[in-house]
């Protein structure tokens, strides 16, 4: 199992290198295609969702392509299917009682869990 937590995001590029060692890319071109599910579900006020935004950029401007990032908002009954394919789940800051909450009503947690069982 994988697993890289950060409060900070990819705020160094040490950090940023840590998360392609886990995902296994290793050129340019392969971060180019790295498929991420993007949960910005936790960001309810507008600062938060200003980070959410930074967030995103900023996996961007390492080079990930802008339509490789899939938002994936957990306002349903989320099955394994939807992020099979997805190289990495990115869990952006917010609210962390709210998304706590939407992941046990949209049943994200086995199913990250199988995700991260099985990449």
Known sequence: MKLLLTSTGFSSSKIFQAFLDLIN???AQKISEVQIAFIPTAAISEEEKTHVDFSRQELI?????????VDFHLDHKVSYDEIKDMDAVYVCGGNTFYLLHAMRVSNFYPVLSQFL???
């Open 25 to 27: 890319v290793d050129s």
């Open 61 to 69: 401007s390492f080079g990930i392509k802008k339509e490789n990032i």
């Open 117 to 119: 069982q099985n990449n």
